[in-house]
């Protein structure tokens, strides 16, 4: 069963990467199918990653651990609002309400608490770690952040000279990154394409 | 019974054990003599009391064998003679030193010996003790009776005082010359007594051959004494304690001079009998009653049976010399007195308890000067005076002495000798009378008196040093070394408590057979089972018994306090910027100035909207969360305003999260693209605006769109991509429009018609960084990246919707505060870390 | 076809310098983080407490994929090393294919572990299908689920500073490594050993998932270098005024 589970994925990787490089009909032909398939296949494993996330509540409501209160609200509301979902529709106000009234503020809110916690982040790195590295992780941070900000005198002097050099610095090292990430990518794939790693089961 | 506790174990042992029953470990490690440790010098003499019962009888046995010997050799010339015996062979006077003739070897071995010059000039011994029976010169009789002490007696007892004195016991004998005496024989081996003197300071003279003038006396008295003396003998006392054992040759006693005895008729044994019953007196011995009872050793009791009766007869008067008062003719004395013989050693004599009996009673001598003294002497006396040619059985004891005393050098005394058996620690214990309880004839006082005591010790010996007397012998180490510890020998069972055998050849003897303990050194050393580990190990072992213990205990939970720095801090970051830019928001504040001035990239943004055609169908693709939804909103709020405000499109809406398609309404709502006029741009939904919804599979999903709409999303309704005259995304990630980018770029090489298809985007400003790149190579056609472009934007686009300006206030006074909370929460960071850094360098 | 080029000559020199490293282990760079980890990860068994690991929110039809994979492989090598523990490691994600092949994942480990008894399917976890939600979902299992260690690898975002706040007020320990740059700047703020770049691809190789994450490691120097000679070489020819 690995065997045959290994040879499909052998088999489905490379002809999709040979129909993105060779659109001759029977492969791209084929890399349309499986694509396809494949999306059906990431669809459906949604439903199974809720199903997974609401036995995972279930047992944690069962067994009576810490924070339980909140898995049986989380399977309520999941419950609720995909009853109401499939009988009212997503177009329906009702959800809109849901999500506006709900999905959109949590967010919002955590978004915020993200942003207390970056700066709460940024106060305490010179307490845990003091080096040259640091120092400069701050101080350019603090002079994008000048850069940026309005101020009723406006924009202060400087601030595109700021943005232009130092975004220039930034903006290359992040390319090389992204550079780097993706050869890593790239071999990663390759990997998984000649059955090294199997993430599926096959190891 | 008490208990000692052993260091080791722990566990209680009886006292008398001298080593651990259960671990072997000694007891009393501080008492033993352990191995490689040098022996401590000790005085022999102290140690006679200590011995086993069965080395005294070999010690005993090798006197008597060395007195045996002396007293044949002594014997046998006057056994030819058939004289008698020179009794007081052995009672040499060390004070003549004219007459004295202690054989070198004898004096050399003889520390106690003292020179003759050292001592108080004696007059010399006669040789012959009969000889002065044949003076004329008779020694006034009442002399010696009233005195309590013959003259002769006393002097003796007072050395340097003998010379001057005179000696009644001379005159007598000089008076008893005058007649005849019969000739008296004594066989050598009745002179043990006199040889049962452990000292090697008595020295025994051969007893002089009677001459054959002494043959001719009439020695009738001498038999009368002898009756006199078997009738006061007293069997308790052990007089002739060591006569039974056949003892040889006596040491060597001053001898008394006879000569000075008051004389006597011996011809009237009844007379002579109240006139010599001093003589009776004079041969008993002192009875002493040692510290240590040797009921072993032979007592007088039974040596007095081993002599021929007749010679008992003979002799039992001898028993009685020199121990008897003098003064008392009729009177028996149950105690014998020595003391004359302290004279001739010129040491104090040591008075004898009354009551007790001593085995031997000290002889007095006369006063050993003058030369009628020494013709007063008879033969037999003074032969008894020569020492002898043996040595005395204490002799031997300088074997056992460490250091080597030379001969004559240092006479001491005799109780040093004595000393030399008996312990240490228990000289107090011996007194006179229980050394002469040791010995079976009269011994002198000086002789028969042990060291007792230190001072008298140390005195004693002061003085016998400064007379010349001898030191005591060092052992040798190895002898030392046999020698049983004190200690163990304090911790034997003392031979009183040793039960009495009662059957078998030992029977009637005690502590033949030493009783050895009960887990005493004899059995086999056990091996302790016991782990002997050091403290460091057992330390470790309770260090690890208590990590294992531990592991089994539950660990308390640990909780942090409710308040504490981290959080308080937290909370005042947060409640800073809700309060203030809550205020701001609330208050509607725009007191920002905006610059007019747009960038590039949103310069050409909105450039591309104004040259889209009228009632055209622009593809708006949602790739943002609802996390970021309200900036979002802001940024893409002009773009959209601008271009529904001028081209009215027909606007298809796409999202590639799940979200996204959640955000259109809202999106719509909050740029009142979808609000009824006049409020709004009056958009509805279905007519001017469609939402596709989801786009699955990613890259995937976004190529095959791309390729053909349709086959991706059916509700798009459209076949190709170039139906859209523009495509408006709206991103919070560079990755969705890096995807675009990508997927749009691949199609365009392939359809030309979507080389003209402006590709705007509108997106944070987290992503527009990473997007600049793709503006810069006019794969994007325009972009508006966060609040300060929207702002502006806005600004140039007639301040339509307003969301952005709304947030510019609030948004510059944020970044102030945040500006402001890095810098001086960095700064205070990196103080208070240095100090704590530096208080833990402190505490090392 | 330069791209079709550059990846028949990655898969060429991939599968050559695997077989090479089959043969003679190579010698990694020390990265802090990852000698962390693997004493994490003996403490954690040793202690009895357990590791979160979460791969993130990638979806393997994206690039973002790639850092879920290398995640996977990580996966596969403490579930293995952790079977034996009274604790079990939990896997959480934002993804549902992600999580399907994180529980086939660990149960990969424990079968080579040879405790495949041990597995329970509740160790791999969807907590959210949005970062933010996924994020929320994290948060309880680092702050209540006796965690000692918190091992972020994978495809994560700006919420994972929330993640990295919860594991911080627990005092435990954070690993983690994202292949976005926001993230990695988060990361380097909070975490104690932040992974930078395409460090986060070197976790196989760190962790002996085998000779092939050591010679991809290799593969990627190879074409780093390639690529700079690439860039200043077209940089150089654009400067000259080279058209291409």
Known sequence: MRVFTAAFAIASGLIVLLGYFFPIQPLSQLRLILTDWAIVIAGFSVLIGIFNLIAVQMEKIRTRQKGSVYGALLVVSLIFTFGIGLLLGPEDPFMRLAVDAVIVPAEAALMAILAVTLIYASIRLLRRRVDLMSVLFLLVAVLFLLAIMPTPFGPIPGDQLILDVAGMFSRGGARGLLIGIALGTLLTGLRVLFGIDRPYGGN | MADIRCPSCGKNNPDFLDVCQFCQTPLKPESMLHIGESPVKKNTGELEPILPQWLKDVRQQGRDSAKEDAAEEAAKPKVQKNEAPDLLAGLASQARAEDDEIPDWLASINPATKPKSVSAPTPEPEKDFFAQFNKSEPAPVNEPVQEDVPSWMSDARETPQAAEEKDELSEWFMKASAEPSAPVEIESNEMGWMGDVDSPSFTFKEPAAPTEEKEDEDLSWLHSLEDSSKQSFDPSTGSGQGVAQGKPSPPSIPQPDLNLMPSADLSQPSSQQEDLSWLNELGGLETFTPSQPAPAQPTAQESIPAQPPAQKDDLDWLNNLGGQDVTSFEEKPAQGDLSWLNNLEGQQIVEEPPGQVSLYSPRRTGPLDGKSNEDSMPDWLKSATEEPSMPPPGALSEWFRETDQPPLSKPQPASDELNAFAPASDSASLSSQDVDSLFSVDMPDWVSRPESGTEESSSQKADVQSDGSLAPVDLPSWVQAMRPVESVIEETPSMESQPTEKEGPLAGLRGVIPIAPIGSSRRPKAISLKLQASEEQQAGAALLERILASETNPRPLVTSAFVISQRVLRWAISGLFIVVLGAMIFLRTQNMPVSAALPNDVSAASNAVASLPQNSAVLVIIDYEPALAGEMEAVSGPLLDQLVLLTHPQLTFLSTSPNGSALVERLLTNTKINQPAPNGLDYRAGQNYFNLGFLPGGSSGVLEFVQSPTSAMPSAGVNNLSAYVAIILLTDHAESGRVWVEQLSSQKQIDPSLSNQPLLVSASAQAGPLLQPYVSSRQIAGMVSGLSDAVRYEFVNNSRPGIARAYWDSFGVGLLMAIAMITIGSLWSLFTGIRARRAEAELG | ?244
């Not at chain 3, 959480?92 to 399917?121: C, H, K, M, N, P």
């Open chain 3, 1 to 244: 076809m330069i791209a079709l080029g550059v990846l028949v000559f990655a898969a060429v020199l991939l599968l050559a310098l695997t077989l090479w490293r089959r043969r003679s282990p190579a010698i990694l760079r020390r990265i802090d983080a990852y000698d962390r980890l693997n004493r994490e990860v003996g403490l954690a068994v040793e202690d009895g407490t357990r590791l979160h690991i979460s791969l993130g929110r990638g979806n393997l039809f994206t690039s973002r994929g790639g850092s879920a994979l290398a995640g996977l492989a990580m996966l596969r090598r403490i579930a293995e090393r952790t079977s034996v523990s009274d604790r079990p490691p939990i896997v959480t994600s934002g993804d549902a294919a992600l999580t399907i092949l994180s529980q086939d994942t660990s149960q990969s480990g424990y079968r080579a572990a040879g405790a495949e008894e041990q597995f329970r399917v509740s160790a791999g976890r969807m907590t959210g299908l949005s970062p933010f939600a996924y994020a929320a979902g994290t948060i309880p299992i680092a702050r209540d689920e006796n965690v000692s260690a918190n091992i972020l690898i994978g495809d994560l975002g700006a919420e994972s500073g929330l993640v990295a706040e919860a594991a911080d007020r627990q005092d435990s320990s954070l690993i983690a490594a994202s292949d976005n740059l926001s993230a990695q700047s988060i990361f380097y703020a909070s975490a104690q050993d932040p992974l930078i770049g395409e460090e986060l691809f070197a976790a196989g190789a760190y962790v002996g998932a085998g000779a092939s994450h050591e010679a991809s490691l290799q593969v990627q120097d190879v074409l780093r270098w390639l690529v700079i000679l690439a860039i200043l070489g077209g940089a150089a020819l654009k400067f000259i005024g080279f058209n291409f």
